[in-house]
């Protein structure tokens, strides 16, 4: 494994592999690079949540992150991200981990450079990290993937998270199933096949998978006021207490209290947001650490 | 000590252990926590000084920063600083520095998040790491405080630096006076009670803190140019040679030269103005060393 | 060697040692300061080529680099370089690598700062570790500046590294001449006098250096078309084919990929431009090694 670039590219056994790191790293395990490794993070979308994460994973593998304002870059220059890369490439740039606005941004670098490369997320394409991440908490939680019955709720359309997870949930066995304002699955068959009310959902899931609503890419929530879409969608209190025995609460943060889910339950025994956050480290430390080692 | 939000926090003599811990820093002693800690700055109000000041103190604790860009983060979603801080926790950060416009914005995270905090100055209220450097600068020169004779010019009202250390060097035996344009303390019964003229305080004051002219704040300064201002309440070069034998000029920087101090005397032999800014390095180490080693 | 504001402040004997240093760096020799040592890198002009090439030197010497927000300093309140370079002193900051949009702002400094300062590029002045990049370049693929012919192809009344470098090859023997638009040397004498045509320079020249258009600092290229600055004045496919044999191509980046130079030779074989990048990182490890071990 050269790069990270979509879940796509690893096998269900390369998967499994990365989970394995993962939990030995989860369980205080530790590996460095054998020589000093550079490494940058380059976040042309803000995202504090997984560039931290990033962050944190990479200095405790011992790696050095060279700081990369993207704001002031010469990309405003007009240099183009290969060159960016190259230039950083000849600067001693081990590994770059990079989140961008364009949809597979990584296809026209494959074969252009030499250096390490890691998606942070493109556009409302593949975010494989944070598909790992989840895969790794559920992983820890049930032990397997076969059998396991996994409801995403929110808009599929925006969600690289909806997108990667899908693929690899199916591939691993277990039933995918969506949930959220029937309109956002218009038009789309496939998924609208797999479209199951939040009040069945919650009664046979084991996962419960809520995706942000994404003010910022929404112009509007359908004219539905927050209340109105906890209420109607959203893992309320109520529903909380008629899910499935066993079964677990999963968000990728950051979390809109009362939206998408009850205030009261995102610290609930239920509840893996933050384990899934403690877990993004983990699952990061193992795709760097495979991505180096090779 | 668990965390440090505000002077009121500490005893006397937990104060006094960590002017002792500062000096030891200072005088080169070493100290690094067992196991890789990580810290981050979360910077909510610019201040580059302050944070270069705790980077500094962290970096020669062996301590890893985690670059953390406040203008990018989740907070502009919505997040809440508490869940802020949890997400943190959860990637595994042990401490954080906070600078916030709100005041007393730690009193909702008490008892909420498990990370380590220090206040690194909240809105107009404390700044309690200043006051501990500003108390190290003084014991410095002069051993101890009882019976020291130390008087604030300037805006209290505007000023976290002054409520601060108005407090700890009460608790600790020195008289604190106040001085600047009497309007400032108009309505302010306490302070205007221990008000004095500038020419007055320079007689009989052991230390001169002066207090930076906070032009971001103030719409003006009452109609006074600069050079009126510094005529009337700024220690200006005759005022100076009047000063008390052995007394230092104190400033928490960065200085208005020429405004709150002439020129030439932020250099000069009485000055402790850079010294601060040394002492503030010592100072932070000590409290994150016991905060840290608890 | 206390700092490096100037190529003008080394000696020939001085460039030389620097550049042999630099080659044993990039032949992988080592070196780190005796005691933990802090650097900032100061850049009120952005760059983040030049920014993260001097990161990097740093790391590779295991000198620790405090970040430094220049938008959010304390030089927006009306602090002054000088002071703000005291505060940092006083913080225990080593060494300052400084970008100023103003010509020749270090002058102020000179003896009122005893921290290690290095020029990264001051308005339309100096560039030294630029220059001494270059130099190294065309030393490691000629072995010896004398009577080498280098042609710098651009707006020399822009360029910090023109500037820089044209001293630099003349005291090392080489001989300089230009080439671009005639416009661009009208009035200036002494340049106008080694003015060549980009046909002829391409014959004779041992190094076509070419300059970036700066389409920042230029209103227009006097009514060309990018694709008529090419023909004219660029480095295109055909001229290429002419050039000396054993010749080199250099460009500082950020290219202006068939402005300049066409796009198929920015990583042909004649062309150093990545290799420059490369070479960045250990002139800028050998300047600061010469500063820091002084």
Redesign the interface.
């Known amino acids: 494994m050269n790069n990270l670039f979509s879940m796509k590219d690893l096998s269900t056994e390369e998967i499994l592999e990365i989970l394995h790191t993962a939990e030995s790293f989860a369980k205080g395990e530790n590996w460095a690079p054998a020589k ?1 490794t ?1 490494a ?1 993070n380059l976040f042309f979308e ?4 997984t560039k ?2 990033f ?2 994973a990479e ?2 593998l011992g790696i ?1 992150v ?4 993207t704001g ?3 990309i ?4 183009t991200l290969e ?1 960016t890369l ?8 081990d590994l770059a981990v990079i989140r961008h606005e364009q949809d597979a941004f990584y296809e026209s670098l494959a074969g252009r450079v030499q250096m390490k490369i890691v998606n942070g997320g493109d556009g409302c394409g593949q975010h494989p990290t944070q598909s790992l991440l989840d895969l790794l908490t559920i992983k820890q939680d049930f032990g397997k993937f076969e059998d396991l019955k996994v409801t995403i709720v929110g808009d599929l359309s925006h969600s690289r998270v909806a997108r990667s997870n899908t693929e690899a949930l199916t591939a691993l066995g277990a039933e995918v199933f969506y949930s959220g304002p029937p309109e956002w699955f218009e038009g789309d068959a496939e998924n609208a096949q797999n479209y199951v009310d939040i009040d069945e959902a919650i009664r046979f899931s084991d996962v419960i998978m809520l995706l942000r609503i994404q ?2 890419r929404h112009d509007s929530m359908m004219d539905l006021t927050a209340e109105q879409y906890h209420e109607r969608y959203g893992l309320t209190q109520e529903r909380d207490e008629r899910m499935k025995p066993g079964s677990i609460i999963m968000h990728p ?5 009362g939206v998408e889910i009850a205030d009261s339950l995102v610290e609930s025994r239920k509840s893996r947001i ?2 899934q ?2 877990n ?2 983990y699952a990061r430390m193992a795709v760097i650490k495979h991505i180096l080692d090779k």
């Open positions: 000093q550079f940058v803000p995202s504090t949540r931290t994460s962050e944190m200095r405790k050095e060279i700081p990369f304002e002031t870059s010469s405003l220059k007009g240099e060159d190259k230039t950083l490439e000849s600067i001693g740039v003010h910022e943060g950051p979390v809109n209290r933050f384990r956050m403690e993004g480290v």
